[in-house]
């Protein structure tokens, strides 16, 4: 029997790419949108707003009417919601963390029960470099994959004992949708906008500059197969140098993030 797979925003980026590859090695692939028929896929989609528990809950019943079994969830859905911090409403603020960090949470709970009861299983979630270090104009969006971090390393001990793995895929900027679909701050306070035109500067040439996205692709290929997958798996030019820097001096890593962005104008 093929393996089941569930991939949170199979749409677009990178979970799209994944779905389809995965589905094209055999494996029985259930992708998941806000829209699902707003395109074609060749892959089983089903309609979930992470944001939306009522859209979660009829989720979970749909989803079990056309598997029997699930061997791994790939939390891939999310947005990015940038701008100063100070700029930034809470309400966005709320939002983005309902969506990245609370959707993710609720749908994994959802589901929990019916991995415990199969006693395996797999969750792999896509965080972000931004939820290991962080960046300027990221504030919330980095807060909620710092926050997905946090959670899933204590899930990934209380799960092992029922055999199921956890894992998370940290990617540095690469192209997807990601930047058409974000969110901006929404208020605008005088006294940066001088900042606030370079780091946006330096935000647009980080995106308009990012490599295809086959790196992250292949990262969560690999630990779809990985027996005993390690917990963090940073990915793209830079990650691992950028942690080992934060690790041994902080201080060199934002002052090379500064000099950065100094030199827009
Ligand atoms: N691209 C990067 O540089 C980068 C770097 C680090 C991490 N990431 C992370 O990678 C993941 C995928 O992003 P991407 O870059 O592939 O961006 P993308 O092309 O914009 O895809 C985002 C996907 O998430 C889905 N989605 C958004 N909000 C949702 C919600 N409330 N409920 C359900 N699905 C929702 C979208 O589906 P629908 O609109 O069809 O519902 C879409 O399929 C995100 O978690 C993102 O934070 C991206």
Do not use: C
């Given at each position: 029997?093929s393996r089941t797979?569930?991939?949170?925003?199979?749409?677009?980026?990178?979970?799209?790419?994944?779905?389809?590859?995965?589905?094209?090695?055999?494996y029985n692939v259930?992708?998941?949108?806000?829209?699902?028929?707003?395109?074609?896929?060749?892959?089983?989609?089903?309609?979930?707003?992470?944001?939306?528990?009522?859209?979660?809950?009829?989720?979970?019943?749909?989803?079990?009417?056309?598997i029997?079994?699930?061997?791994?969830?790939?939390?891939?859905?999310?947005?990015?919601?940038?701008?100063?911090?100070?700029?930034?409403?809470?309400?966005?603020?709320?939002?983005?963390?309902?969506?990245?960090?609370?959707?993710?949470?609720?749908?994994?709970?959802?589901?929990?029960?019916?991995?415990?009861?199969?006693?395996?299983?797999?969750?792999?979630?896509?965080?972000?470099?931004?939820?290991?270090?962080?960046?300027?104009?990221?504030?919330?969006?980095?807060?909620?994959?710092?926050?997905?971090?946090?959670?899933?390393?204590?899930?990934?001990?209380?799960?092992?004992?029922?055999?199921?793995?956890?894992?998370?895929?940290?990617?540095?900027?690469?192209?997807?949708?990601?930047?058409?679909?974000?969110?901006?701050?929404?208020?605008?306070?005088?006294?940066?906008?001088?900042?606030?035109?370079?780091?946006?500067?330096?935000?647009?040439?980080?995106?308009?500059?990012?490599?295809?996205?086959?790196?992250?692709?292949?990262?969560?290929?690999?630990?779809?197969?990985?027996?005993?997958?390690?917990?963090?798996?940073?990915?793209?030019?830079?990650?691992?140098?950028?942690?080992?820097?934060?690790?041994?001096?902080?201080?060199?890593?934002?002052?090379?993030?500064?000099?950065?962005?100094?030199?827009?104008?």
């Amino acid at each position: 029997m093929s393996r089941t797979i569930l991939i949170t925003g199979a749409s677009s980026g990178f979970g799209l790419i994944v779905a389809t590859k995965l589905h094209e090695s055999g494996y029985n692939v259930i992708g998941t949108s806000r829209n699902p028929s707003k395109m074609q896929v060749p892959f089983k989609m089903l309609a979930l707003d992470i944001a939306d528990d009522n859209s979660i809950n009829s989720f979970s019943k749909e989803l079990f009417k056309h598997i029997s079994q699930l061997d791994v969830l790939i939390n891939n859905a999310g947005f990015y919601l940038s701008g100063l911090a100070e700029e930034t409403t809470i309400a966005q603020g709320k939002q983005q963390f309902d969506t990245n960090f609370w959707g993710t949470i609720k749908l994994t709970n959802e589901l929990l029960p019916y991995f415990r009861k199969q006693k395996f299983g797999k969750i792999i979630t896509v965080g972000s470099i931004m939820g290991l270090l962080n960046f300027p104009n990221a504030a919330y969006y980095g807060a909620s994959k710092h926050a997905l971090e946090g959670y899933f390393k204590s899930l990934r001990f209380e799960l092992k004992e029922f055999n199921i793995n956890v894992a998370m895929v940290e990617p540095m900027g690469f192209k997807t949708n990601i930047l058409h679909s974000s969110v901006v701050a929404e208020k605008k306070i005088n006294d940066y906008d001088s900042y606030r035109s370079k780091t946006n500067a330096f935000a647009k040439d980080l995106f308009e500059n990012a490599p295809e996205p086959t790196p992250v692709i292949n990262t969560i290929l690999k630990l779809v197969e990985d027996k005993n997958p390690k917990f963090s798996n940073p990915v793209g030019k830079g990650a691992k140098v950028f942690l080992a820097i934060q690790h041994f001096a902080y201080n060199t890593f934002e002052n090379s993030i500064i000099k950065n962005i100094n030199k827009f104008k």
